[in-house]
């Protein structure tokens, strides 16, 4: 699946390029209207999807649905960006251990708030993490977008290995059920 | 069979209580599983030994960080978002691990392989704790290769622990 993904990321047009009413500029940018992405993929999908065109050729179809994705989620939107404008492959174990290295207190940050939703029992407290939660991914968002506006790479990649740990803590909280074991699936 | 393991994510609930069934597991693999005698159904995902480790997890839990003989590992894949804290408490005298507890926030491979890590270790010397590789791992948990960061992540998950351990006792570690 990443595998797949990856490969798409390297198609020959960029995601941002894909969407030429969303991005005028043509360029990457942090900062994206969401609903008129949102509106422009549907537009564009209406007229490549098998299911509404059948002359249509169906890659073309789910190579928008990949950048529309990659620039829908902040996540993915980041490690593209990094990737395409720093050649920093957040998705290697390696680049992205190194980037880790240097926020030893990250990773304390992270199993505390993991321990302390596997100790709760009801589903009002998780709410209150899973807001928690949102409320740092929000600044981390809101952050990133300083750091990629001064195209400070560094900076905006440290941001992104955090967001990646807030990301999967956010799936957990979803998934929470009580009494149930907490599992990461990516 | 392990695109299953990983498509797994998106079967959703059905999938994980196919997880939770009783599954058969050989007595030679996992000498401490006392097996549930009902039949398996016919389907299965994930490796045994993996589904083993994964619905019965051995020695999950925390020892007291703060005690002079606890070694504490605290690592992460920040590729993937995994965190895993593995802790040894180990005799100072003899230098063998008599205890060890681990708590893995991560995907099915990588509480698998932290479970099976806590089982090598138990009753070994530090010395022979710390030359245990990634491989044996995920040899014996057949991970498929892009699952075999989350055996790494268990290596060095006890490789930090025992550091963490001989950093608090530098003067009673055995040679």
Redesign the interface.
């Known amino acids: 699946m990443l595998r797949i993904v990856c490969k798409r990321l390297y198609s020959s047009r960029s995601v941002f390029q894909q969407f030429p009413r969303t991005f005028r500029s043509r360029i990457w940018s942090w900062n994206v209207d969401l609903r008129g992405l949102r509106k422009e993929y549907r537009d564009l999908q209406a007229l490549e999807h098998p299911d509404m065109n059948a002359n249509s050729d169906s890659s073309r179809s789910s190579e928008l649905n990949h950048a529309y994705q990659t620039l829908k989620q902040p996540l993915l939107r980041a490690q593209y960006i990094l990737e395409t404008q720093a050649g920093l492959d957040l998705r290697n174990e390696q680049t992205s251990r190194e980037i880790a290295q240097q926020d030893p207190e990250l990773l304390m940050r992270v199993l505390d708030v993991h321990e302390q939703l596997e100790s709760l029992s009801s589903e009002q407290d998780v709410k209150v993490i899973a807001r928690e939660n949102r409320e740092r991914m929000n600044v981390i968002e809101q952050t990133l977008g300083e750091a990629f506006a001064q195209h400070d790479w560094d900076r905006a990649a440290q941001l992104t290995v955090e967001l990646r740990y807030w990301t999967s803590l956010d799936r957990a909280v979803k998934e929470w059920e009580p009494g149930k074991r907490l599992e990461l699936n990516h | 069979m392990f695109r299953t393991l990983?498509a797994?994510?998106s079967l959703g609930a059905s999938a994980r209580s196919v997880l939770r069934a009783p599954v058969p597991v050989t007595g030679a693999a996992v000498p401490r599983f006392v097996g549930n005698p009902v039949a398996q159904p016919a389907r299965r995902a994930y490796h045994p030994k993996v589904i083993d480790h994964y619905t019965n997890p051995r020695n999950v839990g925390s020892l007291d960080k703060n005690l002079e003989n606890v070694g504490t590992g605290?690592?992460?894949?920040?590729?993937?978002?995994?965190?895993m804290?593995l802790q040894i408490q180990v005799n100072d005298d003899t230098g063998v691990i008599e205890n060890v507890k681990f708590?893995t926030?991560?995907?099915?491979s990588a509480?698998a392989s932290s479970s099976y890590m806590t089982e090598l270790v138990r009753g070994k010397t530090l010395d022979v704790a710390s030359q245990i590789k990634n491989t044996e791992i995920a040899k014996e948990l057949s991970l498929p290769p892009?699952k075999l960061?989350c055996s790494?992540l268990a290596e060095d998950a006890i490789k930090a622990a025992i550091k963490d351990y001989r950093s608090k006792r530098k003067s009673t570690v055995l040679k």
């Not at chain 2, 605290?74 to 965190?83: F, K, M, N, R």
């Not at chain 2, 926030?105 to 099915?108: K, R, S, V």
């Open positions: 990983l797994r994510n605290l690592v992460g894949a920040p590729a993937c978002g995994d965190v804290k708590k926030f991560g995907c099915g509480i892009v960061h790494m």
